[in-house]
Structures are given as structure tokens and as C-alpha cells.
């Protein structure tokens, strides 16, 4: 689970490279189902589970069990998130045990920040999470987790970035702007946000590297709600190590997902004001209150309780309802 409660569905199950997600337990895992936002959960990592707080817990920030390219880009992803908009965004108010909570057996741990759009302004709000969770093998499944979500005062795209990796040279990227108006219908939306943004060069980047081959998910509704520019990929460094993949993440990803969200940011938060109607802001609505439901009821719903238990996803997903 990138347990980011992203709103951008995604199943984690790989026809391609069905060694790359093994069990925590006795379950398979499978890529998060809700995504978009990316987000995610993963599957079976215990019995029962309970929340252990300790004044030593780690911080959303502290990303403590993402690789070292991993951990610098999302922090500094995410810290020219919080300077470019601090006047746009509320403090994240969720409780210390959503922030943060573990397992019992401490084998699975979880963290979540959320942070509201202010009444002025394009945005509904922001999510983060990261998620680690112990193999039976010796190894780990780590899922970190970034996403924004705009309110219906704009039609401007959403954002999702996320990195699912359960070994040392194999992992998927999740890097979109996912589109909120049918591409066909709005040609202008395509040309604006696609086309002229030239969003489709940073995909071809990646796509010329030979350690990275596109992920496809089985699910066609999933499918569906990503971009023609998304890049959904993963990125295997088997036949030439772990340091490969850490040079690929710091030399192209890097580069790449700060690029895409530098083209966020200008177009679709600090842009210029887009003109949105009394109906279509009634259909915006509509829309983006599905894809929350519809990641809460497959992400958390479904999959958090078969890692922490019954008690904590009522906790957590009572606090997730409320907010959002």
C-alpha cells in the first residue's frame, strides 16, 4: 500500500514480472489498486495489528525506509510543493496515529500527511504516504507516495507521483498529470496541458533508457484515467545491479519528475485563473468525489486491514473520510 489513499487507481499485480511483488505473508502482493492518486495499498503483511506510538516514531519527512534517490527527490519534491504554495495550503491536522502507526509485530509500517487547500485557493489538497512492509524472503516492500488534488474552482489536472519497489533493482514509476475533461471533447485541454507543456518529452527521456519498459496494468479502468503523456513504467536493473538503478533514479528520474512538476505548478496552480462554469463545477465535483470514493473503498477499505488489522483501518479510514 503506498498508503497515500491515492485517488488514481492502479493495480499492483505485474504480468510482466510476477517475482517483482512476492507475499508479505502467505497473500501476493499486487501494485496499489487506487491510485491517482497512486496511491495504493499493498497486501497481507500480518494477524492482528495494533498501533504502537513512541515519542522515537518516524516523521512523514523522514521518509526512513526509501532508498537514498528515492528519499532525496521526494523530499525535495514535496519541500517545493510546501514553498510554492504555503499561502494556498492549511497545516496538516490529521491525529499523531495517522500520521503515523505500525503493526504489532512491527513488521509493517505506515505513514500519511495531508494537507488542505486553503479557501482561496485551486487546490482540494495534497497527500502523501509511505509504506514498508517486511518480506517472509528477507527483503521489504517500500511504497512512497505523493499526490495533489484540484477543487472544481478549476479544471486543471491532478498529480501523482509514486514509487513501488520491493528489491534492490527493480521498481515502478508512477509519474502523471491525469487528466479531469474528456481529451476528445477538449482538444484545447489536450493541446494546453499536453501538447504545449511538452510533457510528452520528459516520458520519451525515460522511454529511451534500456533498463525501462512500460507498465501496464490488467485493470482497463485503471488504464483509463491516465494521460496520454503519463509515464507507468518500470525500471529493472537485474543484469546490472542495484548501483544502476540508483544512477538511473538520481540522472534521469530525478530530472524528469522535477521537471513535470515544475510544469504542474506553472500551468495548473500558479497559472493563469481558468474559467470554469456553474454546471461544470457541479460535474467536476461529481467526478473527483468518485475517484475518492472509489480509492478509499479499494485501498483502504480492502487492503489496510489485512496489514493493520480492523481497529487501525477504522481509525484511519474514519479520519480520511472526514477530511476529504
Given at each position: 500500500?503506498a498508503?497515500?489513499?491515492?485517488?488514481?487507481?492502479?493495480?499492483?499485480?505485474?504480468?510482466?514480472?510476477?517475482?517483482?511483488?512476492?507475499?508479505?505473508?502467505s497473500?501476493?502482493?499486487?501494485?496499489?489498486?487506487?491510485?491517482?492518486?497512486?496511491?495504493?495499498?499493498?497486501?497481507y503483511?500480518?494477524a492482528?495489528?495494533?498501533?504502537?506510538?513512541?515519542?522515537?516514531?518516524?516523521?512523514f519527512m523522514?521518509?526512513?525506509?526509501?532508498?537514498?534517490?528515492?528519499?532525496?527527490?521526494?523530499?525535495?519534491?514535496?519541500?517545493?510543493?510546501?514553498?510554492?504554495?504555503?499561502?494556498?495550503?492549511l497545516?496538516?491536522?490529521?491525529?499523531?496515529?495517522?500520521?503515523?502507526?505500525?503493526?504489532?509485530?512491527?513488521?509493517?509500517?505506515?505513514?500519511?500527511?495531508?494537507?488542505?487547500?486553503?479557501?482561496?485557493?485551486?487546490?482540494?489538497?495534497?497527500?502523501?504516504?509511505?509504506?514498508?512492509?517486511?518480506l517472509?524472503?528477507?527483503?521489504a516492500?517500500?511504497?512512497?507516495?505523493?499526490?495533489?488534488?484540484?477543487?472544481?474552482?478549476?479544471?486543471?489536472?491532478?498529480?501523482?507521483?509514486?514509487?513501488?519497489?520491493?528489491?534492490?533493482?527493480?521498481?515502478?514509476?508512477?509519474?502523471?498529470?491525469?487528466?479531469?475533461?474528456?481529451?476528445?471533447?477538449?482538444?484545447?485541454?489536450?493541446?494546453?496541458?499536453?501538447?504545449d507543456?511538452?510533457?510528452?518529452?520528459?516520458?520519451?527521456?525515460?522511454?529511451?533508457?534500456?533498463?525501462?519498459?512500460?507498465?501496464?496494468?490488467?485493470?482497463?479502468?485503471?488504464?483509463?484515467?491516465?494521460?496520454?503523456?503519463?509515464?507507468?513504467?518500470?525500471?529493472d536493473?537485474?543484469?546490472?545491479?542495484?548501483?544502476?538503478?540508483?544512477?538511473?533514479?538520481?540522472?534521469?528520474?530525478?530530472?524528469?519528475?522535477?521537471?513535470?512538476?515544475?510544469?504542474?505548478?506553472?500551468?495548473?496552480?500558479?497559472?493563469?485563473?481558468?474559467?470554469?462554469?456553474?454546471?461544470?463545477?457541479?460535474?467536476?465535483?461529481?467526478?473527483?468525489?468518485?475517484?475518492?470514493?472509489k480509492s478509499?473503498?479499494?485501498?483502504?477499505?480492502?487492503?489496510?486491514?489485512?496489514?493493520?488489522?480492523?481497529?487501525?483501518?477504522?481509525r484511519?479510514?474514519?479520519?480520511?473520510?472526514a477530511?476529504l
Amino acid at each position: 500500500m503506498a498508503l497515500i489513499i491515492s485517488h488514481f487507481p492502479l493495480s499492483l499485480t505485474s504480468k510482466t514480472s510476477p517475482s517483482s511483488f512476492t507475499p508479505c505473508n502467505s497473500s501476493s502482493i499486487s501494485l496499489p489498486k487506487s491510485r491517482f492518486p497512486t496511491s495504493t495499498v499493498s497486501r497481507y503483511c500480518g494477524a492482528s495489528t495494533v498501533s504502537q506510538m513512541d515519542s522515537g516514531r518516524p516523521r512523514f519527512m523522514d521518509f526512513p525506509y526509501a532508498s537514498p534517490p528515492i528519499k532525496d527527490l521526494m523530499i525535495d519534491l514535496i519541500s517545493t510543493v510546501e514553498s510554492s504554495l504555503d499561502s494556498l495550503l492549511l497545516p496538516c491536522t490529521l491525529p499523531q496515529d495517522v500520521q503515523y502507526f505500525q503493526n504489532q509485530s512491527g513488521t509493517a509500517h505506515a505513514s500519511l500527511l495531508l494537507r488542505s487547500g486553503s479557501p482561496s485557493s485551486t487546490i482540494d489538497f495534497i497527500l502523501g504516504s509511505w509504506l514498508h512492509c517486511e518480506l517472509p524472503t528477507g527483503g521489504a516492500l517500500n511504497i512512497t507516495s505523493f499526490s495533489s488534488y484540484m477543487n472544481n474552482s478549476t479544471d486543471a489536472p491532478h498529480l501523482v507521483i509514486e514509487f513501488i519497489q520491493s528489491s534492490p533493482t527493480s521498481l515502478v514509476l508512477i509519474l502523471d498529470l491525469p487528466p479531469r475533461k474528456d481529451l476528445i471533447l477538449h482538444p484545447e485541454y489536450l493541446k494546453t496541458f499536453y501538447e504545449d507543456s511538452e510533457l510528452e518529452k520528459q516520458r520519451q527521456v525515460l522511454d529511451k533508457i534500456p533498463e525501462v519498459q512500460p507498465y501496464v496494468s490488467p485493470s482497463l479502468y485503471i488504464r483509463s484515467v491516465f494521460s496520454p503523456t503519463a509515464i507507468v513504467v518500470k525500471v529493472d536493473t537485474s543484469e546490472s545491479g542495484g548501483d544502476k538503478l540508483e544512477e538511473i533514479l538520481r540522472d534521469e528520474v530525478s530530472n524528469v519528475a522535477k521537471q513535470v512538476l515544475g510544469i504542474w505548478l506553472e500551468l495548473c496552480v500558479l497559472g493563469g485563473k481558468r474559467d470554469v462554469g456553474d454546471d461544470e463545477k457541479v460535474w467536476l465535483k461529481k467526478r473527483d468525489s468518485l475517484f475518492k470514493s472509489k480509492s478509499i473503498e479499494t485501498d483502504i477499505g480492502s487492503t489496510l486491514p489485512r496489514m493493520f488489522g480492523q481497529e487501525i483501518t477504522d481509525r484511519v479510514l474514519g479520519v480520511l473520510q472526514a477530511s476529504l
